[in-house]
């Protein structure tokens, strides 16, 4: 049963529109969002994009949703614009293996995504993790008649596949089949081995000198980048699923290649909805990695950098990025991260002086004021932001407005038997609601020693409970007997783990 009671609505790029969200199974949503490639350092527009998808799960489970959240690592597959994987060209660089690169992209990439207080996803599959499953697809999509082989490639046949299945193929990204095959005529584009300019690799044979390949039925070799996320998603969300995100940039064409491999395999549609979260512009141009035009976040923190005149905490580079709509580009300047680093620090100070307001219940009469009906509005409001395509944007200017009457109360131009006392308290939960669980914002200023041992806490017994669940005692014992040798003591009840030092 669902206890869900929001309307949402969406912007589905799949049809253009915005759209009523409707899940597969009423109080549950399957999520997909293509995650990083982890060849170098995670930068801001990366950042950007995940932390508008933290959002939207945050939001989904905020209002009652049951989230399956999978983000991938793609750590195989993913070619430069000279055809090299651009996971083994770092690994050529730096002289490591590709699993070392890897792995210390993927720590840099979790520890600023824990910067950033984004949650982590359900899942988080790599797509080296699962070649079998791509291998298999690829035999899928061959046995229905899209994929061919060329010496040991293996292509998928567009052509075909959009005759089969007319009009599916650039619906998304809204490119046309005949425009595309001109473009790479005109472009002179190598066709190579393919049967058609606009084919596709679902599977690469290995060249000398590449280092990251398995065995397949066709060759010894690596899976099209494409590929990963059909399967994945596919395997831990099933053949259709509710909602499949990514940046803008992401949309042709590798979503639209994901939706031609999952047809072309199995005759189904991935998603029903497509979410897409534009670029973050440095200078007015897209950040990227590729092209050098870039700040990474750490610069952005120290101040280290031309772009900025001083360094700027993650929560108001974060807050920054909430002033925005996800479909919105937003483009960092100096200027719009001042006026953003005053706007967090308004609302944290807003919201600890409504924290400690007392209700006026004494000479409480029990009346509604116009105050009290305007305040409700007003929060209704910041939901219906939300609840229209995760608007962050209205959201955040209705909590300012609601904090102009925190303010009047405070310093006395409100009278407080104006507001009644179930509305400050109705008043002070969604204050916290939208800051910390939606927003996933934090009190930096309250940062302090308290604030890191929580959230040490928090993580350690998060670990606990992980293993005890696989019923590693073990694991268990060693990390109570271990906090017991510090003084601090845990206790498990019926509501769960509870701590306290001694
Ligand atoms: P990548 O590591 O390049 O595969 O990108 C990871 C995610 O970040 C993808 O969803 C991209 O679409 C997204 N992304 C890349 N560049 C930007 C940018 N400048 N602004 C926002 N998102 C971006
Ligand atoms: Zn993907």
Redo the contacts with the bound molecule.
Sequence with gaps: MSTVEHTIKLYNSLKGQKEEFKPLHPGYVGMYV?G??VYSDVHL??C??FTSFDIIYRYLMHIGYKVRYVRNI?DVG?LTDEGEDRMSKGARVAQLEPMEVAQKYTVGFHDMMRIFNTLPPSIEPRATGHIPEQIKMVQDIMERGYGYERNGSVYFNVRKFDQENPGVYGNLSGRVLDDLLAESREGLKSQGEKDNPVDFAIWMKARSGDIMVWESPWSVGFPGWHLECSAMSTKYLGQTFDIHG?????KFPHHENEIAQNLGSCGCTPANYWLH?N??LLNGK????SDGNTITPMELFTGESPFVTKGYSPMVVKFFMLMAHYRSTLDITDEALQAAEKGFRRLMETNSILQKMDPHTADFDGSESDTDRTILRLIDEAYAGMDDDFNTAIALATLNELGSYVHKLANQQLDHTEVAPWVLERLKTIFNAFIFDIFGLNDEADGGDDGTVDGLMQLILDIRAAARAQKDWGTSDKIRDGLAAVGIAVKDGKEGTNWTKG
Aim: aromatic letters at 0%; hydrophobic letters at 25%.
């Design positions: 293509c990083p490639t527009g990366n950007r994009t793609t993913h990514g940046g803008n940039d992401l979260a670029m973050l897209k950040m990227s990695k």
